[in-house]
């Protein structure tokens, strides 16, 4: 059990050092290291009386990596894409 669960955590490591040399070097075949995603930010703010009033931000664009994990402080691109509306409670 201690075999296969070393076993795993070393493959998790070795998958996450081989995307970050994938995402700092552009491997394969100079690829982008960055792209960018069109996101929209609602801020909710609550009320004295217990209810939330939302201010929505026009859309804009956010860098992302394209990578499987973050890099680099930005997120990766694929889950950016999957979550375009950003919700900021106060």
């Known amino acids: ?21 994938s995402a700092r ?3 394969p ?3 982008p290291t960055f792209g960018m995603v069109k996101v929209r ?3 909710a703010v609550p009320q004295k009386n217990r209810k939330t009033e ?6 804009e664009e956010e860098a992302c990596v ?3 994990f973050p890099h680099f402080a ?3 691109c694929w889950y950016l894409k999957r ?8």
């Open 54 to 59: 939302f201010y929505f931000d026009p859309p």
């Open 1 to 21: 059990m201690k075999r296969a669960l070393g076993l795993a955590l070393l493959a998790l490591v070795l998958l996450y050092v081989a995307d970050y040399a």
């Open 83 to 90: 979550h375009r509306n950003i919700q900021v409670d106060m």
């Open 29 to 31: 075949g100079n690829r």
């Open 25 to 27: 070097f552009g491997l």
């Open 74 to 76: 930005v997120k990766p």
């Open 66 to 68: 394209n990578a499987l």
């Open 41 to 43: 930010r609602t801020v």
